[in-house]
Nanobody
């Protein structure tokens, strides 16, 4: 069982930066494949970035490549999403998610554990 709590969302102007954090409970955080998803009003939840248990493999949706960086600190049971050059289209509720195996999936249905979400709003 893993419990996830996101933080770090807020209101920022276009071109600005934010860092999201996802704090996880449980002793086996390092065994979970982790991801950030986002959901804008009226749209489906989409994967933004994902990271393997070791941090050695990362995945990004094309729209955030070069602007967002996903990382994790297994000693602190925490995952991060550094977001730079933010655009109004990045406005959404951001969720962290976890699944207890090693392969990447962009499907929300593949993830077993979810945080409550944190709002990111980018003004133009």
């Amino acid at each position: 069982q893993v419990q996830l709590v996101e933080s770090g969302g807020g209101l920022v102007q276009a071109g600005g930066s934010l860092r999201l954090s996802c704090a996880a409970s449980g002793r086996t955080f390092s065994r979970y494949f982790m991801a950030w998803f986002r959901q804008a009003p009226g749209k489906e939840r989409e994967v933004v970035a994902a990271i393997s248990w070791s941090g050695g493999s990362t995945y990004y949706v094309d729209s955030v490549k070069g602007r967002f960086t996903i990382s994790r600190d297994n000693a602190k049971n925490t995952m991060y999403l550094q977001m730079s050059s933010l655009k109004p289209d990045d406005t959404a509720v951001y969720y962290c998610a976890a699944k207890p195996n090693t392969y990447y999936s962009s499907s929300a249905g593949a993830y077993d554990y979810w945080g409550q979400g944190t709002q990111v709003t980018v003004s133009s």
